[in-house]
């Protein structure tokens, strides 16, 4: 089944280009069928590059997914044309009123700011506050998993000496569920279905400053899916609400930590070769995308789940605060 995007949104050439199936949002309004409203709040500088990355994982899903894009009130990004956030994305007070299945929080290049100083933080808050009675769940990327777990379960993050940049190894850990066979007591799923198909270890692309301690994860008691040896904890689910918070970055393409590594290059600073990254670690050498199946997969088992789990009719959300 296609994904259905903003008409006209720029990034529809390049999608369609790769042969993500796609669907115009008049043709799929004449479906008899509820789509999956899955609302981004996109705080990535680079905003076509990561609803493209978004884009094409929903899309390979069986089911109707709608992409609505989201960006905050109280920031502008500079990176952005203001006519182009007019016209692709919705606001706070734009979406108030509507309900949808997952609010999906994405990374931001902020992560060494305390969180309170952040300009939009109290934005985000309201927007986080709304969304226990408007999204069925919520996914959190690197910067936006850290932010959702410091808001809903005041888990710290730490400044580390050196940045965690590369390609790392993650194992499955016992504790994901994946030997679960049903549901927990509550009803809802075990954390095991979103790693269904994973190989005992998977790579996964991580470019931040910060992390989050295990023993702060496990004293809330969130289930850790994946870790690795090398920097920690990658992947997080809280098992009474569904929440999926992915510490890292599955959706990046080939050449996305290439461009950071050249961009802070040119800026001067001292930025290591990517580890695991580049061929024979030579930045002139074409870096080979082997995570993405894993990111398909991931996305699958997610929307999945989702599925099987969200309510018809959404407004139900309004009555039962505590899902």
Not at 236 to 263: C, I, M, P, Q, W
């Amino acid at each position: 089944m296609p994904i259905r995007v903003p008409d006209n949104l720029p990034a529809l050439d390049d999608l369609e280009a790769e042969g993500v199936d796609l669907i115009a949002s008049g043709q799929a309004t004449k479906q008899d069928i509820r789509p999956l409203r899955l609302l981004m709040l996109n705080l990535m500088p680079t905003k076509k590059a990561t609803e493209i990355q978004f884009a094409r994982l929903f899309g390979c899903s069986p089911l109707q997914v709608e992409l609505i894009l989201m960006t905050t009130e109280s920031y502008t990004p500079r990176n952005t044309e203001p006519a182009y956030l007019r016209r692709f994305y919705r606001r706070l007070s734009d979406v108030e009123d509507e309900y949808f299945d997952a609010l999906i929080v994405t990374g931001a290049p902020i992560e060494t700011k305390p969180f309170e100083e952040v300009s939009y933080w109290n934005e985000l808050v309201d927007i986080l506050k709304w969304s226990k009675t408007h999204c069925f769940r919520r996914l959190g990327i690197c910067w936006g998993a850290q932010a959702l777990l410091y808001h809903f379960h005041n888990l710290p993050k730490y400044q580390m000496d050196t940045k965690f940049f590369g390609i790392y190894n993650h194992s499955i850990m016992s504790d994901s569920g994946i030997s679960d066979s049903g549901r927990s007591h509550s009803g809802r799923s075990y954390s095991g279905r979103l790693m269904h198909g994973f190989t005992t270890t998977f790579p996964m692309p991580v470019s931040r400053f910060t992390m989050n301690k295990k023993q702060d994860i496990l004293d809330r008691g969130l289930d850790i899916l994946a870790e690795s040896d090398e920097i920690g904890v990658g992947m997080v689910r809280d098992k009474s609400t569904g929440d999926l918070f992915v510490l890292n970055h599955l959706e990046y393409d080939a050449e996305t930590l290439k461009a950071e590594y050249v961009r802070d290059k040119q800026d001067g600073l001292n930025t290591p070769i990517p580890k695991n990254y580049f061929p024979e670690d030579k930045p002139e050498l074409a870096p080979q995308n082997h995570w993405r199946p894993f990111a398909f997969l991931l996305c699958a088992n997610w929307l999945n789940d989702l599925y099987q789990d969200t309510m018809f009719d959404l407004t139900q959300l309004q009555d039962d605060k505590d899902l």
